[in-house]
């Protein structure tokens, strides 16, 4: 059977913490490769992407061009309405029927698991890597016992960067250079995306 960590989100722009979380998980949990899904309509956060998903599945492709265990997914973008991970888990156990998942989230999302869609339904279909983050602590005492024994918390190099944060610095005119992959730092200037 094959292992796969699922990486969902924005990527509004993908960055190196993305990428390291995502490394992280596959060495550590031992899987096999790690499939990065950008969202059409995420349930959990306030307002659309700055970016066009077309963009965003791009810089995901740019970032993880060259790493033989990383593959980009459009699933989620060609789905209409609201992106649930319950609705893509069983898109892909349909498709890869040879395949067990997990899903590998930041550790700040951890303590959101009880609120995500049909979460007892998706936690019989996969597990959970927790990615330690910082400033966000987590406590897997406080979930219900139905989803402490599929949460696994791995440690990683600690960076504190966020999407937001990004773009922030572009609407400042700041320079975002070594914060994302050189190939999506090229893009986002060459698009003028997130400000100047």
């Known amino acids: 059977m094959k292992r796969v960590g699922l990486m969902g989100g924005t990527f509004d722009p993908i960055h190196i913490g993305h990428l390291l979380a995502a490394e992280t998980a596959r060495e550590q949990c031992g899987l096999d490769e790690v499939w990065f899904i950008p969202s059409r309509t995420p ?6 992407p700055s970016a066009s ?13 060259g790493h033989p265990a990383f593959k980009a997914l459009d ?3 060609r ?4 992106s649930y991970s319950i609705d893509t888990v069983h898109e892909l156990s349909a498709r890869c029927p040879g395949c067990s998942f997990a899903y590998i989230i930041g550790g700040d999302r951890v303590n959101d698991l009880p609120r995500w869609h049909r979460i007892d339904e998706l936690a019989a279909s996969v597990a959970f890597i927790g990615v330690a983050r910082p400033g966000h602590p987590v406590d897997i005492g406080s979930l219900p016992e139905s989803l402490r024994g599929r949460v696994r918390i791995i440690p990683m190099p600690q960076l504190d960067i966020s999407s937001s944060a990004i773009r922030a610095l572009r609407r400042e005119g700041r320079s975002v250079r070594y914060l994302v992959p050189d190939g999506v730092h090229d893009f986002i200037v060459r698009k003028g995306l997130y400000g100047s």
């Open 53 to 65: 998903g077309e963009d965003r599945l791009e810089m995901v492709r740019l970032a993880i061009a």
């Open 75 to 77: 699933l989620e973008l």
């Open 43 to 48: 349930p959990l956060k306030s307002g659309a």
């Open 79 to 82: 789905r209409p309405g609201i």
